[in-house]
Structure formats: C-alpha cells, structure tokens
C-alpha cells in the first residue's frame, strides 16, 4: 500500500492546534495526578515477574489463584509483604517470559512504586502520541486537527475505557500505541517496518495477530513477511534465552484464561453470555448469573465454537463491506471493525482492550455522513462514560444487565461504522 501525497497532512502550529495540544496535555497530566504513588494492579504483575525472574525464583512468574481471576498469586503473598503492599490485589502474570526476564534488572533495582511512577509517565506520552497516530491514520478526510485533539481529550477524560487502562497503568496502552505507529507506517509506504512493529505488538500480547489480517487482504506479502518473521525471531530469541519451561507455564497459563467464561462488568465479551442465551432457550440446565463477578462453567464447549463462528461471519461480512472502499478510509475502517470483533468475540474483552477503537473513534466522519458521524461520537462517549457505568451500576443487581449493556453498545458501533451511507462530498456508496 502506497499512501498518496494529498493523504500526507501536517498540523500547523496555529492557535487551533497549539489549544488542542495543550488540551491532551492536560488531560494526561490529570492522569498522572490520578495515578502517582498509587497502586497499579495489572501492572504490578509485571514488575513481581521481572523481580521473580531477577532474584532466580522463575518458577514463581506463573502462580495463580484457583479459577485464575478474582484473587492475587498466593505464593506472591509473602513477596508482597515485604514490599508493605500486602493488602493490594496483584493480578496473575499471563504475558511472554521474555518480557520478564528484560524487567528483571529494573524490577531488582528499584521499588514497586517508583516503578509505577516512570511507567506511568512512559505510558501518559504514549497515550498522548496515540492520539496523534490515530490521526494520521483517519487520512485526508478526517476532522482537522485540532478538532480531533480536543475530541479525543474529551473522550480519554470521560471514557471509563482509559480510566481503567491508566488506573490499571495496563500494558494495553503499550500495545495500542505500538499497533496504531504500525498503521500509521504502513499508509507512509514503509511496510516492512508496519508487520515488524505490529509482530513486536503481537509478542507482547496476542490480539494484535488478528491485524494482520489486514497485511492479508492486501496483499501485501513484505509486510506479512516482516510480520510474521519478527515474531519467529521474538519467539526463537525468548526460547533460547530462557528455555522451553516458562514457555510451557506461559502457555498453559494461557490456555486457562481461554477456557474460562466471565460474567463481570468491565468483560465486554459475547462469549460469556451465550450459556445465558442457551439457559434463556432451554439448551441448557439453569444458570445463577445474579451476582458479581460470575464464572460460568456450563455450555462452555458450545458456547465457545458459536462466537467463532459468528465472529467468523461477521470478519467476512466486513471484508466484503471494506473491499470496495477508497484507499483513503478503509484502513481505519478495518482497523476499528476488526479490532472490536476481536475483543468482543475472544474468551475475554476486558474494557480496556478497547482503548483502539476509542482512539479512532474520531475519524468516524471521514466515511460517514458528518450528523450521523458526530452524533454517534456523542452517543458512544455518553454510553462508555465514566459517569453512565456508575449510575447504571446503582440500579442493576447483579454483572449481567451490564455486560449485556456494553455489548450490545460495542456491537451498535460495529454496525455503525459499516453502515451504508453517502458523505456529503463523498465518491463512494458504503
């Protein structure tokens, strides 16, 4: 894919733009005013696998609670103890051994907090170069810039999906940022850069494997290639240095989590909520999803090939509704389409997964009508709104009126996005 001159922008520094920077500024320096010297879970399973790693204790990187989610390693317990955070909730560590083992010399060098403080300025930079890759990837048609900073500053402020990523200091917002600079290179013309960066992302976590079926549709075999290549690389390299035994606890750590259902308010997946369908429709013995936090152990065999395979219809039916569009939209297009399919039908959806398609959010008026486009930005912002979760969690009893609330929204914007319809100054029917 070549990106043609007139799709090549660049902001100029007029007082628009310079009040738009300042904006996201803001927004990020109000995050990190949230987060400084606090506790960062998700990320606090990092930095206890680098430092397991770094004091030789490797076998300890994997330990989970029974059921996997809900509670903290209970071998971690006296580790924890020692750093005087013992009454904090630390999640399971389900992410490559490599990454531990290039942790271990800062995680054995400095305290957790000190940690999370320098991840969390990291990650607030990223956050806010995001926003800008995005940007660059809506193309010629997008909102001018500094419509889209102030846009994207209210959303990143509101959203209850950066409050959890950044609260959480996620590795998410790594991933993120690494998946959008692939785009955004691959529409400058530098494929081969694309698929490796995008194959660095995929090491990381693995959803951002799922991109490259983008490379694919393409037909753009250099960066396939670079894609693919990379991750062999990543993966030799991990296996070399490390050995095959974390990688085996790496993967059954995995398969764990891909075989557990979770009815909880912030897993934005349909999977869980299939047996509940099937107990609706008699298929299945009753189910109790009245509570909090549920983990669902009926119908999982069936519940999982049916959200294959209307995932698997819903990728088709998006190919099929990109194939035809300019060069100059369908990328973002595909890109949001894709990435929601693949949050929403994977065996887990957590809320800040979705940070991808709240970042493109914005771009929705460079191929929909322009009412239509912002009126949807509205109505996502509002129904994804920090302020929305917490008054709907007042009234409902119970995480499935939730969930079944945010997937039905998740699944309004795929739609959405791939609706028929006319820009104004448009050249293509959807």
Not at 67 to 75: E, I, K, L, Q, V
Not at 126 to 146: D, K, N
Not at 328 to 357: D, E, Q, T
Request: aromatic fraction near 12%; glycine fraction near 8%; hydrophobic fraction near 55%.
């Amino acid at each position: 894919m070549v990106l043609d001159q007139t799709m090549v922008r660049q902001g100029r520094a007029d007082p628009k733009t310079l009040a738009g920077v300042l904006t996201v500024v803001a927004v990020c320096a109000i995050g990190l005013m949230e987060v400084w010297n606090t506790f960062m879970a998700d990320l606090s399973a990092v930095y206890m696998a680098g430092y397991f790693y770094g004091i030789g204790k490797p076998e300890l990187i994997y330990d989970a609670p029974p059921g996997f989610f809900g509670s903290s390693p209970p071998t971690w317990a006296p580790y924890m103890e020692d750093f005087g955070l013992g009454d904090q909730f630390v999640t399971p560590y389900v992410y490559p051994p490599l990454w531990a083992a290039m942790i271990s010399p800062i995680a054995t060098s400095v305290s957790p907090q000190a940690f999370f403080n320098g991840v969390a300025v990291l990650q607030a930079t990223l956050g806010a170069l995001s926003i800008w890759l995005a940007w660059r990837i809506a193309g010629p048609r997008a909102p001018a810039l500094w419509i889209w900073l102030m846009m994207s500053a209210g959303l990143l402020l509101t959203s209850l999906i950066s409050t959890f990523a950044f609260l959480l200091m996620q590795p998410q917002i790594l991933v993120t940022f690494l998946t959008l600079l692939a785009f955004e290179r691959y529409l400058a013309g530098r494929a081969g850069l694309a698929g490796s960066i995008l194959g660095l992302a995929a090491m990381l976590k693995l959803a951002p494997a799922g991109f490259a079926l983008i490379f694919l549709l393409d037909r753009n075999w250099r960066a396939l290639g670079a894609f693919a290549a990379t991750c062999a690389v990543i993966g030799g390299l991990g296996l070399f240095l490390i050995g095959p035994e974390l990688h085996l606890a790496f993967r059954a750590a995995v398969d764990v989590v891909q075989n557990t259902l979770f009815l909880s308010s912030t897993n934005y997946s349909v999977t869980p909520l299939l047996p509940v369908l099937g107990d609706w429709l008699g298929l299945l013995p009753p189910l109790d999803v009245s509570g909090y936090n549920v983990r669902i152990r009926s119908g999982m065999e069936g519940a999982r090939l049916a959200s294959k395979a209307v995932f698997a219809l819903l990728v088709l039916w998006m190919v099929l509704r990109t194939q035809r569009m300019p060069e100059a939209v369908r990328l973002p297009v595909r890109l949001m389409s894709l990435s929601l399919l693949l949050n929403l039908f994977g065996p887990l959806g957590w809320i800040h997964y979705y940070l991808l398609p709240l970042l493109l959010l914005p771009s929705l008026p460079a191929f929909l009508p322009p009412a239509r486009a912002y009126a949807v930005i509205g109505i996502f912002g509002l129904l994804t709104s920090n302020w929305l979760f917490w008054r709907l969690r007042e009234v409902w009893n119970g995480d499935l009126a939730s969930v079944s609330f945010s997937v039905a929204v998740m699944l309004c914007l795929f739609f959405a996005i791939l609706t028929p319809g006319r820009r104004s100054d448009g050249d293509w029917q959807g």
